[in-house]
């Protein structure tokens, strides 16, 4: 069970993104959360794993309170909470092997890591995680050398040599038409009925109801929804997105036969 309790987030500057935010999440669930841009999604997902800093609030996970963890108590909770990011986030020069198995540097010798040095299993793990998002061809190609969306499955083969329990996939298919996007999501999907709890953050209804198992809405920061996707019809989409929501909706996905 993962707990977020009355989180907040100030920036420098003042600039508030979190409010009080209280929800939970219960181990082997596909959460969404949707908002519009500037909503507090990104900042969501990252005080999660304190990839940014709460300022205020508590965030627990099987009993262990992240927000208090020392950092090398943080390093062990973090071991378990891959990370699948909107712009990829890879080493663009470098082979997709290397990207891949910089998921692994939580568990690997830091010294022989910085040499490019990894043991024979972490190496079989890493071809069995490009194996599972279908492009174990490309290990040793540049990862500048890939698609959008072959750069966003080395993004999910990355977490996956964390061998995570918890996901969090920050606006994973927003970059991406709408075939990979559900090419993306379905992999995230599947992972999920392998027993890994996913938080996605989305903005299209169509893969909401797609895709998610329950949903939670920010608006500026604040908690405005909680419940089922299929309870988010028309009306209460533009209540959460107001004026924009047409301009969300504008491109309509349809999962491919």
Not at 147 to 172: F, K, N, T, Y
Not at 197 to 225: E, M, N, P, Q, W
Request: with cysteine.
């Amino acid at each position: 069970m993962l707990r977020v309790e009355n989180l907040t987030k100030i920036y420098p500057g003042g600039t508030q993104a979190l409010k009080n935010v209280s929800f939970e999440v219960k181990d082997g669930e596909f959460l969404v959360i949707i908002g519009l841009s500037g909503s507090g999604k990104s900042t969501l997902l990252r005080c999660i794993n304190r990839l940014i800093e709460p300022t205020e609030g508590k965030i627990t996970w099987d009993e262990r309170d992240i927000t208090a963890a020392s950092p090398k108590e943080l390093l062990k909770i973090r071991r378990n909470i891959g990370m699948v990011f909107q712009q990829f986030n890879l080493v663009k020069r470098s082979s997709v092997m290397t990207n891949v198995l910089s998921g692994r540097l939580g568990y690997a010798n830091p010294w022989l890591s910085v040499l490019g040095i990894w043991l024979s299993a972490d190496r079989e793990r890493a071809i069995k995680a490009l194996e599972r998002v279908g492009i174990g061809d490309k290990a040793s190609s540049r990862a500048d050398a890939l698609s959008g969306g072959q750069q966003q499955r080395v993004g999910i083969a990355r977490a996956l040599m964390q061998e995570p329990r918890i996901v969090l996939a920050d606006e994973p298919v927003a970059s991406l038409d709408p075939v990979l996007s559900h090419s993306i999501l379905q992999y995230l999907e599947q992972l999920n009925k392998d027993g890994i709890t996913v938080l996605c953050s989305l903005h299209f209804l169509d893969l909401v109801h797609r895709y998610a198992t329950r949903v939670i809405a920010l608006k500026d920061g604040v908690l405005v929804f909680e419940g089922l996707p299929q309870e988010i019809n028309r009306a209460k989409f533009k209540e959460i997105y107001g004026e924009e929501a047409q301009e969300v909706r504008a491109t309509s996905f349809e999962a491919p036969a």
